[in-house]
């Protein structure tokens, strides 16, 4: 499995951005996808992630600011990132556990190993 993300750019504070994640390879039918932020001189952390079923998670730095979706037909995962701000400037990366995945505690995404990443596109938001 290969990801590769794309859309990264510099954009004001306050506008909107949209990051693609393309991926190769075969994925059960249980899988688990992942953005994560990697900010200047911090640890990556998670920011969204979505299942199979299309649960969605959000880290409460971007919830109601950021939606992850996902088209498995395309093999395409999102990020639609509104109401950006200068602390969301990082490295996102997308990442995948390919599955399969038992279903537990409302989702997929419970207990993952983020085997499979992409080398990351970068956001730069300007005050």
């Known amino acids: 499995v290969q990801l590769a993300e794309s859309g990264g750019e510099s954009v004001q504070s306050g506008g909107s951005l949209k990051l693609s994640c393309t991926f190769t390879?075969?994925?059960?039918?249980?899988?688990?996808f992942s953005w994560f932020l990697q900010a200047p001189g911090k640890e990556r952390e998670m920011g969204a992630q979505?299942?199979?079923?299309?649960?969605?998670n959000y880290a409460d730095s971007v919830k109601g600011r950021f939606t992850i979706s996902q088209r498995y037909t395309e093999r395409t995962l999102y990020l639609q990132m509104n109401s950006v701000k200068p602390e969301d400037t990082a490295m996102y990366y997308c990442a995948a556990d390919i599955g399969p995945l038992s279903y537990s505690n409302g989702g997929y995404c419970g207990k993952v190993d983020w085997g499979y990443w992409g080398q990351g596109t970068q956001v730069t938001v300007s005050s």
């Open positions: 979505i299942d199979s079923d299309g649960t969605a």
């Open positions: 390879g075969y994925i059960y039918s249980s899988y688990c």
